[in-house]
Structure formats: structure tokens, C-alpha cells
């Protein structure tokens, strides 16, 4: 393992530890954002600062974007940057206790060159990246098969299927049947080891980067709605998938 | 434990390790049952013929009553029944390699006396029963709190949110969000643990007897659309929740 990686991995594991020492607390505080739906709690904004400060005292120079603690926007994206969700899927790690993710992305001038993204409870840790290939709990994976939409799950959200503002029902009767977990990482792994044929969801950088890392290294695509490369600037509508699934959703969604 | 429960649990463990070996086959024969997809695999008949070989051993006199080769319906339920599920979620089983169950619930005179559900990659498993109480792995569970629907996940199915025939759309706004796991084990053992204030769906006898039994030993509540009990005859359309949600879902489907 290359040395930042090995750094990157070791945070990760500390940080999940103090999160599964969080969970038996009866009184941890949680807080509502922009609704009641989308909720923080002190372990989100610990553990990142915890990164944080791993990261800092590791490369002082980098740049860092993060969910939490004001740290949700970037003037630019050179030199190195990590991308930080400290929790991702926390309503699911408050009323689950599990089906959440510890991730991190090093982007450097721009590119992405290292993904982390680790399911706590289930001790999966996928980390990987385009010089080094992809990793699952140390083992090297290889790309999953280009199956067609026809042929595989896909991972959406409620609304999406409600709203059928892009024709998400037509997904859903394409598919072999749609799935809601109800965080990024899970989806972003579950794609990555070929679970999924394609996941829709409206993410921000930080929801999307580390996964996305491991999906460009294997060779599934990503953009945005407009089939655009992903911005990491401000919440948008991810599509991702194997290139055949990819291409049947961009179309599908523009019909 | 008691032997009944002792001799189950080992059968089941059993059959787990058989599918947990067959899922490195390339060869595995999948048919498609009554459309492209409801799946069943020669894992889902060979699983299902072992459980009858142990449980006509155990007990010659007992009923089965199961979901494949033919035994999916009982003339009454007098007498000692067997319901079986060998693998609930067989799209995970095939697409995904985990998020699916091996299920029994044992009925005598038409009362749910013993359910087991066991979740085979996540190496959970949960029985009980009115007499026993629940475990998880052996370890005994309480009730989970009573939380209403503005408080907890849900279970529902995409065509339900699609169609939205009885208010799936309401449900998914007042709860804090929907979960699609794709195996009705998957979502009644979580109902069991508190990850749930309810689970929608249209199941069979065999999708809903084992987790069942152990909902209404802790006090949950579970009916169909109607608010009758579950007939254990043809499928029905299952609502289940803690007291509160399940309460309010009769309001709102009904609304």
C-alpha cells in the first residue's frame, strides 16, 4: 500500500471505531439541517474534524471539502484536495445503527486519484484509485460485468420514483427491480462489486467522489444529467452505472 | 433451546452453508417463474427439499406448506404446519450474493408457535416465538419502541410507490424515509429490531409467517389491508408496524 493510502485507511478505521463506540450512547445529540429529514449529529461533525486534523497534520498544504462545519465549498480545486463525508447515511445511522459510510476522496489538480469508502458495520472497506486499481477489504476486484439495464438493480430514492420528473417509473419497469438504502456508499459499493446496474440520486461532492474514484478505475461511467463530468461544486443529479446501463438511462431520462 | 427450536435452527444453519457454497457456481440453473422478475434457482428447490427431508424426519405427521415444487397451498391448518421460505429475496440471491433469508414459521392449529429468519451472509439470526421470546444469534431482544410513522423508516416495494393505490405517497412523506431491501426477511427483521416503524407489501404465506411470529411476540402489529389477520392462504396485502405506525397506516391507506 502506498503510504497515503495506508495513512487514509488507518483514520478511517480509527474513526469507525469511535462510531461504533457511539452507537450504545443513549444521549447523542442530533440536530435537523435543512428539514426534518436530513439530520447531523455531534459524531458527524467529530469525526470530521478528526480527519480533519489527521489530514492536516499529514499535509498541512491540502484543501479540504467536507458536509460538515462550513467546510461545504472550494474556490478552486487545485493542488490536493480531500473530499470528507464523515457519516454518510446518517439518517441510517441514527435509526439503523448501521448501513453507513466513512468516505474520502484525494483529488489532485483537479483529478481524482484516491477513493475510500467504508461500511462501518459491515466491515467493507473498498479503497482504490487509477494508478493502484480497486481494493475490497484488501483484495484486489475487477470490473463488473456491462450488463444492460435489463439485466441488474438499480439504486434510487423515493421522491425520485414520486416525482417521475426523468422518468424514473420507466427505469423501474426496465430494471429487475430498484433498490433504496438510503446512502451513497452502499449504493456506490453495491455498483462497484456489480450488485447494481445503475444508481440515480440528486448528491454532492462529497456523496459521490469517493465511490466515484473506484468507478472510473473500473471503468464505469458517471456524469450528471446532462451527461456532463460532475462538477464537485454544489448538490446535483448523479448518474452512474456500467456503460451499457449508463448509456440506456441517459437516454431514457432525455426522452 | 428448546429441541424443536434446537433441530430447526440446525437445519437451517445447514442449508445456509449449502447456498453460502453454491454462490461461487457459474452454472447456477436460474428460471423465470411468472414474469421476468419473479426468479427461482435450483438452489430455492434443493434448499426447500432439504428443509421437508429434515422436518418429515423430526415429525412424519407434520404439514408443509412452502413457496416452491408445488407446495404452495394447505386444504386447512389443523395440525402441526411448517411454512418455508428456502430463500426470500431471490433477485439479491442471484444479483447481489447477500440481503436474502431462509425462513420457517411452525403453526399448530392455526397458531404461530415458532418463527426463525435467518439473513445467511450476514450470518443474523433471529427466532422465537409466544412461549421463548426472540433472540438474535442467541441473544435475547426486547420489544422496540412504539414510534409512530413520522419517526421511523419504512418498507414499501416501487410499483407500490408508483401506483399508489392505497397512499404509499403519504407514507413516504410523513415517515423519514423508505427502504427497498428487496427480501421480505430482510425488512421484518428489522422491523423486529426498531430499524422500522413499518413494512408494506404483498406477500405470500411463507414471506410473512416466520418474521410474523416473532413481530407479535414483541408486541408489534401486523394485518392485512383490511385489519383482518393474515390468512396464511394466497397472497395478501401485508401491513405490519409498531402499534403506532401500523395505527396510523390503516388511517391513511384507508384515507
Not at 485507511?9 to 457511539?22: F, L, R, T, V, Y
Not at 456491462?146 to 439504486?155: D, Q, W, Y
Not at 416525482?163 to 423501474?172: A, F, K, L
Amino acid at each position: 500500500m502506498q503510504d497515503i493510502v495506508k495513512a487514509v485507511h488507518s483514520w478511517m478505521i480509527d474513526a469507525g471505531e469511535q462510531i461504533k463506540e457511539s452507537l450504545n450512547r443513549e444521549d447523542l445529540l442530533i440536530e435537523t439541517k435543512s428539514g426534518r429529514k436530513d439530520l447531523v449529529t455531534e459524531m458527524d461533525k467529530a469525526t470530521q474534524d478528526y480527519l480533519i486534523d489527521q489530514i492536516m497534520a499529514y499535509d498541512p498544504a491540502a484543501k479540504i471539502l467536507g458536509e460538515e462545519n462550513g467546510l461545504d465549498q472550494l474556490a478552486d480545486l487545485s493542488g490536493r484536495v480531500f473530499i470528507i463525508d464523515p457519516i454518510d447515511g446518517t439518517m441510517n445511522f441514527v435509526l439503523e445503527k448501521e448501513n453507513f459510510c466513512i468516505m474520502i476522496a484525494i483529488y489532485e489538480e483537479g483529478k481524482g486519484r484516491f477513493g475510500f469508502v467504508y461500511n462501518v458495520m459491515k466491515d467493507e472497506f473498498l479503497w482504490g484509485g487509477p494508478e493502484i486499481g480497486v481494493f475490497n477489504n484488501g483484495k484486489e476486484i475487477k470490473a463488473p460485468k456491462n450488463i444492460a439495464l435489463s439485466e441488474g438493480l438499480v439504486g434510487l430514492n423515493s421522491p425520485m420514483l414520486i416525482h417521475n420528473r426523468h422518468h424514473e417509473t420507466d427505469i423501474s419497469d426496465r430494471s429487475l427491480g430498484i433498490r433504496m438504502t438510503g446512502c451513497a456508499g452502499v449504493e456506490l459499493i453495491a455498483l462497484v462489486k456489480g450488485q447494481r446496474a445503475a444508481y440515480v440520486s440528486h448528491l454532492a461532492p462529497w456523496d459521490y467522489a469517493p465511490g466515484g474514484v473506484l468507478l472510473e478505475t473500473l471503468g464505469l461511467k458517471m456524469a450528471n444529467i446532462s451527461g456532463e463530468p460532475l462538477s464537485l461544486s454544489g448538490r446535483e443529479l448523479f448518474v452512474g452505472g456500467t456503460p451499457q446501463a449508463f448509456d440506456e438511462l441517459m437516454e431514457l431520462m432525455h426522452q
